[in-house]
């Protein structure tokens, strides 16, 4: 499919390519959907194999955006960037600042923060060129560790749901991927008693997780068929798919990954497997709450942002109840909720208003 075609599909404005010869720099922007307001999503580093994932993937990551951020009750549109390069050895001052002047260049219409593989610290490069930035590090600073209390809340909304219990004691919870909101999410499951059973390509996040919170480890490709009661997908998206669901043996999927699901229909199959799916975009909107505190007119409030994230809990209830009630997948009934409030504003915004 032509990536026009993926455009109009999806339902995306803008699809922008950022070449800097000198820095190296290899970007793209995506932004989906700006009704609500300038596009709000972050930027992810990733050594792609070729041009086609890198375009899907912020195709795919961009619209997510739109639907979180309705989601969240934000006033900000869906965008998102991927630098393609490898994190450990490609980063420089140079460009970061060269991609913060391609995010400059766009007016406004997207505002970009951390993500997969970038840093406050990297963002800071970014702040150099543009203010279009969140997860400043003069203001909230890194939002894995509030996106990981996000993730934490779903899981006990997913956990109340499913078991009639939102404790945690004793259940076992299968983490795949320990990155910077994984490994936040473990201290949380952690500290209530859960039994953690983890993995991730990289061993030395593996060794961490087993000294910190005496978890079990397993090889990438085992963690889908160990048996547990809930599997937290905290790395990269579409690892929910036709090869992967036949092997899941759990009840509750409620993980911190952006676009868990290969396609909507797999939100059906584990419907159909009586399995509760916790929507990826509901449960890991913290960071993006955290990031639009910034810009609140009054300024950044950490006990404000908390106490939005952890609303979670009653947003992701709410869902469960639509979508038993309704007889739809979970997935289903979250787009309905972002879709109906976009569709609405829209709507309003039809009528001219002299600014």
Sequence with gaps: MG??????????????FCYDKASGLKAIIGIHNTTLGPALGGSRMWQYQNEEDAVTDVLRLSRGMSYKNSAMGLNLGGGKAVIWGNAKTDKSEELFRAFGRFVQSLGGRYITAEDVNTTVEDMNYVLMETDAVG??????????????????????????????????????????????????????????????????????????AVRDFKATPVAPNEIYGVACDIYAPCALGATLNDETIPQLKCKVVAGAANNQLQELRHGDILKEKGIL?????????????????????????RDRAYARVATIYDKLMNIFTIARERDISTARAADLMAEERISKIHNLKRMYVAE
Excluded: W
Aim: proline share 4%.
């Design 3 to 16: 990536i026009f075609e993926q455009m109009e599909k999806f339902g995306h404005e803008q699809l922008v």
């Design 277 to 301: 799916y916790t929507p990826d975009y509901v449960i890991n909107g913290g960071g993006v709450v955290n990031v639009a505190e910034e810009f609140n007119p009054s300024g950044y409030n």
């Design 135 to 208: 997860g400043r590090g003069d203001q909230s600073g890194d939002p894995s560790p509030v996106t990981a209390f996000g993730v934490y809340r779903g899981v006990k909304a997913a956990a109340k749901f499913a078991f009639g219990t939102e404790s945690l004691k004793g259940k076992t919870v299968a983490v795949q991927g320990l990155g910077k909101v994984g490994y936040h999410l473990c201290e949380h499951l952690h500290d209530e008693g859960a039994k953690l059973i983890v993995t991730d390509i990289n061993p030395e996040s593996v060794d961490r």
